[in-house]
């Protein structure tokens, strides 16, 4: 919470310099779910259910160190505030790791390829774990407002879908643009080595150009009580305790099943643009600015939907208008509506099915993101701890897991219909990429629609929300006489 009620409101540029450094967690998302099981598969030519078991494991691996994390920056107490020392600390290593992942040593064996993937993997997602947990939890002490949230959740969104897509964008237009010795461009390995080094550079920019952009605000927020030392059990009862909160739960979820679905879409989308509508690198590189595209229109779309409708309800309708968007372009094909391969139109008819399931996609996201800041004050009544590192530390453990298992089903879906390494798109039978689009769509719907049910168990609305802020503030007033002081920055 903000400390100082007559703190001056966030302003555009405070909201844009927080926004832009998930573009180097988008930078980190792209490389994951859309290049790396292409590359190892068919460029570096490791089996695709050894690569996807590979990125799981990493994933999961990963995946533990949030809670950690996401505790440590609730607990540690500096002059630069608590979450601010460990997103600067995060920059090099995680842009240095992500570099290493795309330049494997030459002559290893696929188990070898696959522990290099797994260690260099694990490092890339938990040294972007020590910049992600801490700016997704500066979030609710940046402001208590009920709107300002959706906001400022919009601006994170839009500024992680700028990173990923603008990095696919240029990687599928320029870095892996067809040549004579690669007239599929996707299959050019130079192209992924450049996508690296230019990616580490954007990622290790973004999160420092974030980070102290973004430390002025910390002499408006008040250091919660030091916490006693206590031993992992009561630690660990106190985790239990914070996670037993309805809405959470409910989001968490929603999170697994949907979560699932996107990572699946995201590794499938390079295969289905390849293999089934046969599209090639410059046009796939029209396609990935759908995605940002609907990010950017989710930034105005967000904060509409969640004053009309509330959070919770204006993230489940837009969650089922993604996934009708999503299936659409397949169950059009099925049916014979679709253009065909090769037609001119077909590319902007998928690009605006897709653009529209992003605008529903991310604007749902940036809600239940924006619906977990909500959640801290709720728990902190509850509990009497603040803890926003490990509500956003669970979310991102839950969201790494499902996405992991996402890319993990997409392997193995790849690996059973019969897309072997170096199959050229060319001479492929088409009954293949069509198996795999008749398992992938039902999928799809069940995932998306599934999971936005379990919204209806979140219970927090713009009244009760006010009503929880005002009490903390009232608890505090009472007790001003044991505030810790407010530590100015560094300067």
Same mark, same amino acid.
């Given at each position: 919470m903000v400390a100082d009620p007559t703190a001056p409101k966030l302003g555009f540029v405070t909201k844009l310099l927080y926004g832009a450094g998930s573009i180097g967690y988008g930078v980190k998302d792209v490389a994951f779910r859309s290049f790396l099981l292409l590359?190892?598969?068919?460029?570096?030519?490791?089996?695709?259910?050894?690569?996807?078991?590979?990125?799981?494991?990493?994933?999961?691996?990963?995946?533990?160190?949030?809670?950690?994390?996401?505790?440590?920056?609730d607990t540690i107490r500096t002059r630069w505030g608590r979450r601010h020392p460990l997103m600067i600390a995060s920059a090099l290593p995680a842009a240095g790791s992500l570099l290493f992942l795309f330049f494997p040593p030459a002559g290893m064996s696929d188990t070898q390829t696959f522990f290099y993937i797994l260690v260099v993997g694990c490092c890339v997602r938990t040294f972007i774990t020590f910049y992600e947990i801490p700016s997704s939890a500066l979030a609710p002490e940046l402001t208590s407002d009920y709107d300002e949230r959706t906001s400022i959740a919009s601006y994170r969104y839009f500024f992680a879908y700028l990173g990923g897509v603008g990095m696919a964008f240029l990687t599928l237009l320029v870095f892996l643009a067809p040549t004579e010795e690669y007239p599929v461009g996707q299959l050019n390995p130079?192209?992924?080595?450049?996508?690296?080094?230019?990616?580490?550079?954007?990622?290790?920019?973004?999160?420092?150009?974030?980070?102290?952009g973004t430390l002025h605000r910390v002499r408006y927020f008040k250091l919660?009580? /030091?916490?006693?030392?206590? *031993?992992?059990? =009561?630690?660990?009862?106190?985790?239990?305790?914070?996670?037993? %909160?309805?809405? &959470?739960? /409910?989001?968490?979820?929603? *999170?697994?099943? =949907?979560?699932?679905?996107?990572?699946?879409?995201?590794?499938? %989308?390079?295969? &289905?643009?390849?293999?089934?509508?046969?599209f090639n690198s410059a046009q796939l590189a029209i396609l990935t600015v759908d995605s940002l595209a609907g990010a950017f229109l989710a930034l105005f779309l967000a904060p509409l939907v969640s004053r009309k409708l509330g959070k919770r309800n204006a993230a489940f309708y837009l969650a089922i208008f993604a996934v009708i968007f999503a299936s659409a372009p397949y169950l059009l094909r099925f049916s014979g509506l679709m253009f065909e391969n090769g037609d001119p139109l077909l590319v902007a008819s998928v690009f605006a099915f897709s653009m529209l399931f992003q605008l529903c996609g991310v604007s749902?996201?940036?809600?239940?993101?924006?619906?977990?800041g909500d959640i801290v004050e709720e728990s902190q009544l509850a509990t009497?701890?603040?803890?926003?590192?490990?509500?956003?530390?669970a979310n991102t453990l839950m969201q790494k897991s499902t996405s992991g298992l996402g890319v993990f089903a997409a392997?193995?879906?790849?690996?059973?219909?019969?897309?072997?390494?170096?199959?050229?798109?060319?001479?492929?039978?088409p009954a293949i990429p069509q198996m795999l689009a008749l398992v992938y769509v039902p999928t799809l719907i069940v995932l998306y629609i599934g999971g936005a049910g379990f919204l209806f168990a979140y219970r927090i609305d713009r009244a009760s929300h006010e009503a929880n802020v005002s009490e903390l503030r009232r608890r505090d007033r009472s007790s001003?006489?044991?505030a810790d002081e407010v530590p100015e920055p560094a300067q």
């Open positions: 590359y190892y598969n068919q460029v570096v030519g490791v089996r695709a259910e050894l690569v996807s078991l590979a990125i799981l494991v990493a994933l999961v691996v990963d995946a533990i160190s949030d809670p950690l994390v996401g505790q440590w920056s130079g192209g992924y080595q450049t996508f690296a080094i230019v990616g580490a550079g954007v990622m290790l920019a973004a999160i420092l150009f974030s980070s102290f919660p009580p /030091a916490r006693e030392k206590i *031993g992992a059990v =009561k630690t660990l009862g106190q985790m239990k305790h914070t996670f037993s %909160n309805r809405g &959470f739960l /409910a989001i968490l979820s929603f *999170g697994v099943l =949907k979560y699932t679905s996107v990572g699946m879409t995201s590794a499938l %989308n390079i295969y &289905f643009g390849t293999y089934f509508w046969g749902s996201a940036v809600l239940t993101h924006a619906m977990i009497g701890r603040r803890s926003e590192g490990l509500f956003y530390a392997g193995l879906l790849v690996a059973f219909v019969g897309i072997v390494p170096g199959s050229d798109p060319r001479t492929i039978d001003a006489v044991n």
